[in-house]
Every structure is written in structure tokens, then in C-alpha cells.
């Protein structure tokens, strides 16, 4: 609720999702589902300034990797952990309200501006999957990746961390780094898509 509240924003209470039945194999029932959801709305001042979540076909347009935690990446909860069998010790987290509240900012000054070709979301799978979900929707279209400026230097926890963050492919990578610095955002330019269905990372 601290953070809510640091952030300035609240969070609608009377989910009917609370309502449904959680069955599990022993036999238990659960009147509500094991997990807490959080339904999230916002105001839109210009619904024609609209991005899409997968990469457009130009090679001149740069990736960008746009940090919204300003902590180092972790793996503990991610699906990438789920999948080892494992939980982990220390889970993403983000540095301020205020540091996050800046990378919004920034994210949204660029979109007015006409600077992001497109965008997505790193979440459940970390930045690898974020990058391979925003190559599938086109035909021959891959990307050459380079996590190198990231400065991590275990490439497993930069590509599976979950912690918050977005993907743009950007019109003017100048304008935007100048965007990310006058807010003061982590961001690094990450690679370039390239036609055909090749997908590399180099770190």
C-alpha cells in the first residue's frame, strides 16, 4: 500500500475474480484463487498515439532497453527459475516510486513525440522473451542483439531477470537517449532487427 501510494495511484477493490473456487488435488477447497489480482486503468489523452508490441521492418531504427527497476536483474520467482525447479533468494525489485515514475515519464514523452516505432513490456520470461515475442508476429524478420553496454556480467540473469522494464524500437536514438538522460532512466541501445529469421545475442 506504500508504494500505491508513492506512486500516486489506488487499487480497485471487489474483484469478482475473489468469488471463484480454487480446487486442489488432495481434495481442498479454497473460496478464492491463490494468487492476488490487480485490475489497473488510466486515463488516455490521445488514443490515436497507440504502439504496437512487435517490431516494425526498418533497419535503421535501433532497440532500446529502458530500465524501470534501477536495481540489479535477479532471478528469484522467475519463470525461468519455475522451470529449473527452483525459487531463489532474491526476487527483482525496483529502486523508488519516484525512479519508476521518472521511466514512465520518459516512455510516455517519447511516445508523444513520435519517437517509438513499437514496444513491449518485460515480464514473465524476461528480456529474451520479450525480444523473440516482439520478432514472431512478422514474417522473416529477426534481430541482432548486443547486451554488452548492459554491464551485466551474467548474461543469464539479463536475459531471464523479470525485473521491470520495456523494449522500444525507437526512430532517433539520439532524441531518445536525451529523453532518458533529461529524466534521469537507465536506458541502452541493445541491437537492430535484420530481415530473415536469424535471432543472435552477443554478450
Known amino acids: 500500500s506504500r508504494y500505491a501510494i508513492e506512486l500516486g495511484i489506488n487499487v480497485p477493490t471487489g474483484k469478482d475474480s475473489l468469488s471463484m473456487t480454487q480446487k486442489y488435488p488432495d481434495g481442498t477447497r479454497v473460496m478464492a484463487p491463490g494468487t492476488v489480482i490487480i485490475s489497473a486503468c488510466g486515463e488516455v489523452s490521445d488514443v490515436k498515439k497507440t504502439v504496437v508490441p512487435c517490431f516494425v521492418r526498418d533497419k535503421e531504427q535501433d532497440i532500446v532497453y529502458v530500465d524501470f527497476s534501477g536495481v540489479e536483474p535477479q532471478l528469484g520467482g522467475s519463470a525461468f527459475f519455475q522451470m529449473l525447479g527452483k525459487v531463489g533468494g532474491k526476487t527483482p525489485d525496483v529502486v523508488s516510486a519516484e525512479y519508476f515514475k521518472a521511466a514512465f515519464g520518459a516512455v510516455q514523452t517519447l511516445i508523444n513525440e513520435g519517437l517509438v516505432s513499437a514496444g513491449h513490456d518485460v515480464s514473465a ?79
Open 125 to 203: 520470461g524476461g528480456l529474451i522473451t520479450t525480444l523473440m515475442e516482439m520478432c514472431f508476429p512478422a514474417v522473416n524478420l529477426g534481430a541482432k542483439i548486443d547486451i554488452t553496454s548492459m554491464g551485466c556480467e551474467d548474461a543469464v540473469k539479463r536475459l531471464f531477470a523479470q525485473n521491470p522494464a520495456v523494449v522500444l524500437q525507437v526512430k532517433d536514438t539520439q532524441k531518445v537517449m536525451d529523453v532518458m538522460a533529461e529524466y534521469d532512466v537507465k536506458a541502452y541501445v541493445i541491437g537492430r532487427v535484420q530481415q530473415g529469421r536469424d535471432f543472435s545475442i552477443q554478450n
